[in-house]
């Protein structure tokens, strides 16, 4: 899911508050789920009162890290295959979220991880976002008596 946030910080050059607004990605099951956890990252990583502006489903089928980084591109891969049934080619497209240094690092880093791939696929497009970090999803410790 994709979490819109706003919060109030001091701006750096005049001093005065300013609002600030950014987009996270995060993994949640459900609109609840992802609303607590962005109140909490805010809490314990910010130390700030945040409000969730908007909280929405995405189409992210996989997210490509690369900690030394913190932009991420939303690439658009085309695979290609063949219709056992019919015998007609099949196009299915998923996206991927790449975070890179630049344009030209997320498509190497991208091919990189497609080189495993054994069906033929394209590279579409590959987007810059304004997502400023990934929040995977934490299994909840279960205590043991």
């Known amino acids: 899911m994709i979490a819109k946030v706003k919060y109030q910080a001091i701006d750096e050059k005049?001093?005065?508050?300013?609002?600030?607004?950014?987009?996270?990605?995060?993994?949640?099951?459900?609109?609840?789920e992802a609303e607590e956890k962005m109140y909490k990252f805010?809490?314990?990583?910010?130390?700030?009162?945040?409000?969730?502006?908007?909280?929405?489903?995405?189409?992210?089928?996989?997210?490509?890290?690369?900690n030394e980084d913190s932009i991420f591109y939303k690439c658009r891969i085309a695979f290609k295959d063949e219709d056992p049934?019919?015998?007609?080619?099949?196009?299915?497209?998923?996206?991927?979220?790449?975070?890179?240094t630049d344009l030209k690092?997320?498509?190497?880093?991208?091919?990189?991880?497609m080189e495993s791939v054994l069906i033929p696929y394209e590279?579409?497009?590959?987007v810059k976002t304004k997502i400023i970090e990934y929040l995977p999803h934490v299994e909840p410790e279960i205590l043991h008596n």
């Not at 001093?15 to 987009?23: Q, Y």
């Not at 009162?49 to 908007?54: A, F, K, P, T």
């Not at 690092?105 to 990189?112: I, K, R, S, V």
């Open 105 to 113: 690092d997320a498509y190497e880093h991208l091919e990189t991880v």
């Open 14 to 32: 005049t001093g005065k508050d300013k609002i600030i607004k950014e987009e996270y990605i995060l993994d949640a099951i459900s609109f609840t």
């Open 42 to 66: 805010f809490e314990e990583e910010k130390s700030t009162e945040s409000v969730v502006v908007n909280i929405s489903p995405c189409n992210i089928s996989e997210v490509l890290l690369n």
């Open 85 to 100: 049934n019919t015998g007609k080619e099949k196009i299915s497209k998923t996206f991927h979220l790449v975070e890179s």
């Open 123 to 126: 590279i579409e497009s590959i």
